[in-house]
């Protein structure tokens, strides 16, 4: 199984404070969570990101460097079951509650259908999930700026509903603040 952290975004969500990969939560760079929890369960882990985007060292990962545009996180998952040429299971950079149990439970729900996805409160959190190539021809007709979930949704993924704490993006200071608070309850 290839792990892909989908690191592609800019860090407009944070106020352009920088990339998203890089910021520390508990005196570690972010994107560092996610990709250990995906070494729980994965042979391989990419990186997919833009070529310009800057990198805190995260060991035992390969950098994929995705198209420059559109800045979407469908280029990432696109890109990377391209690159793979087989399934992949996706995560955002910014997740850091997923868990290697979190990422078997996705795996063990897997069909042969396009996706499993995962679900909190009954909405679907399309930057957690397993992707195949079956999704692609779908994924490439979407128009290009339309919203993921949406985009998502039409190829009719099998849905996993977790915690919403465990799929939680952190999009903003205050977000890594109570994330810093929440890990140190830990």
Known sequence: MIGAVLAGGGGGRRGGGGSPPGALL???????????ALAGVCDRIAVVCKE????????????WNEP??????LTGIVHALETAAAPVLVCACDM??????????????ATSGPAVVATAD??????????????????????????LTET????????VALPPT???SIGSA?????????????
């Not at 509650?97 to 439970?105: G, I, L, M, Q």
């Not at 890594?176 to 608070?181: G, I, K, P, Q, V």
């Open 26 to 36: 508990a005196g570690r760079p972010l994107i560092s969570y996610p990709v250990d």
């Open 52 to 63: 310009h985007t800057r990198l805190p060292e995260v060991p035992g990962t390969e950098r």
């Open 68 to 73: 420059a545009e559109p800045r979407h996180p």
């Open 96 to 109: 850091p509650f997923v868990t290697p149990d979190a990422c078997r439970t996705l795996l063990q729900a």
């Open 122 to 147: 009954a909405i679907l959190q399309p930057t957690f999930g397993l992707y195949t190539p079956a999704a692609l021809e779908a994924m490439r007709a979407a128009p290009e700026h339309a919203p």
């Open 152 to 159: 998502i949704e039409s190829i009719g993924p099998v849905r």
């Open 166 to 168: 465990l799929v939680q």
């Open 174 to 186: 205050e977000q890594l603040a109570d994330a810093e608070a929440l890990l140190g309850q830990r």
